[in-house]
Nanobody, 126 residues
Framework: QVQLVESGGGLVQAGGSLRLTCAASGRTFSIGVMGWFRQAPGKEREFVSA????????YYEDPVKGRFTISRDNTRNIMYLQMNNLKPEDTALYYC???????????????????WGQGTQVTVSS
């Protein structure tokens, strides 16, 4: 089992920045990919970004490319999401997720991920 705890959410004005943190514990050696998803009120949960735990290869959904940066410190089992130039449409509950190491991983799919955090709220005011 892997446990995930997010932090770093908050209220920020449009154009501002936040850095989300996801701390992993437990069987972290089994992690293949870690990712961030978000769910806005009344909407389905959607993929934001992911990172290959070993190689550090990043993946981004189009709306956040150029504004968000994903990174990880796998010596400390922490993943980060640096969010710059935030927009009101970024307002959502942000979830951290992790998947076991597999030969093929579709990072955008929720069903790919085996472990989820409880979420951290990001609110961007206009």
């Amino acid at each position: 089992q892997v446990q995930l705890v997010e932090s770093g959410g908050g209220l920020v004005q449009a154009g501002g920045s936040l850095r989300l943190t996801c701390a992993a514990s437990g069987r972290t050696f089994s992690i293949g990919v870690m990712g961030w998803f978000r769910q806005a009120p009344g909407k389905e949960r959607e993929f934001v970004s992911a990172i290959a735990w070993g190689k550090g290869t990043p993946y981004y959904e189009d709306p956040v490319k150029g504004r968000f940066t994903i990174s990880r410190d796998n010596t400390r089992n922490i993943m980060y999401l640096q969010m710059n130039n935030l927009k009101p449409e970024d307002t959502a509950l942000y979830y951290c997720a992790a998947t076991k190491s597999l030969p093929t991983i579709v990072v955008e799919k929720e069903s790919t991920y085996d472990y989820w955090g409880q979420g951290t709220q990001v609110t961007v005011s206009s």
